[in-house]
């Protein structure tokens, strides 16, 4: 049975949750209808585009605009290294040849000749989409992701920092009126996720991060 609580805290012991996971993009899902999923589980996974990155090469290389066609060794679409050469100025005189290197890797994303800039393309983001909940996958949206569907107790919280993150709770206080101070955090809590009392002191936040507690909860219990 679920209670309420002023202003809208919901907690329920005993409900079944269903989850979206959905990525910021289409991609690929790794997983189908009917498995078992685990917290730490990908289910989902795409690639975002790498940063732009400008690069004046009419100005380095010091010639109009106009001219930058005729000088670049790589083209729209074509992949680059670092360091590597991009564009060569020839002169009748080796030596006086001028040359502009890539300043990251990735890929050439296009050659304006109006502006003499090229744009380089970084190396595209993974990323991936984790269950977060141990349960199972109930439905499966193609390209997108899935949902995820779980038995568990439900705490709504009312304010929160940072992104959703999983853990074995561990209760740190010996009361739901007693402070979260410092003094309750301890080593053996890395990679839990504490449960304190009425409030939290910034000390406590901070040896929480010493430690690597994956969250904080403060309230939502007796």
């Known amino acids: 049975m679920g209670h309420a609580y002023t202003p809208g805290l919901k907690v329920t012991d005993n409900q079944i949750v269903r989850k979206h996971r959905i990525l910021p993009l289409k991609g690929d899902v790794v997983v189908k209808v009917g498995d078992n999923v685990e917290p730490s589980d990908v289910v989902a996974q795409t690639h975002l585009p790498g940063n732009v990155v400008p690069l004046n090469v ?3 290389l010091g010639l109009p605009p106009e001219d930058l066609p005729l000088v670049m060794l790589k083209k729209e679409g074509q992949a680059i290294k670092q360091g590597e050469e991009i564009a060569l100025k020839k002169s009748f005189i080796k030596f006086f040849n001028k040359s502009c290197h890539a300043t990251i890797d990735g890929s050439i994303e296009s050659i304006s000749h109006i502006t003499g800039q090229v744009l380089q393309r970084g190396m595209p983001i993974p990323v991936q989409v984790k269950a977060y ?5 109930v439905e499966v949206i193609p390209t997108e992701g899935v949902i995820v569907a779980c038995q568990a107790a439900v705490v709504q919280g009312i304010f ?3 992104g959703e993150t999983f853990g074995n709770i561990q209760i740190a206080v010996p009361s739901n009126t007693t402070v979260l101070t410092d003094e309750f955090i301890k080593e053996d809590m890395s990679g839990k996720v504490i449960v304190g009392g009425s409030l939290v002191t910034a000390e406590a936040l901070k040896k929480a991060i010493k430690v690597k507690a994956k969250g904080i909860v403060v309230g939502g219990f007796d």
């Not at 909940?133 to 996958?137: A, D, L, M, T």
């Open 58 to 60: 009419a100005n380095i």
């Open 133 to 137: 909940v141990r349960g199972k996958v």
């Open 160 to 162: 929160g920092i940072g």
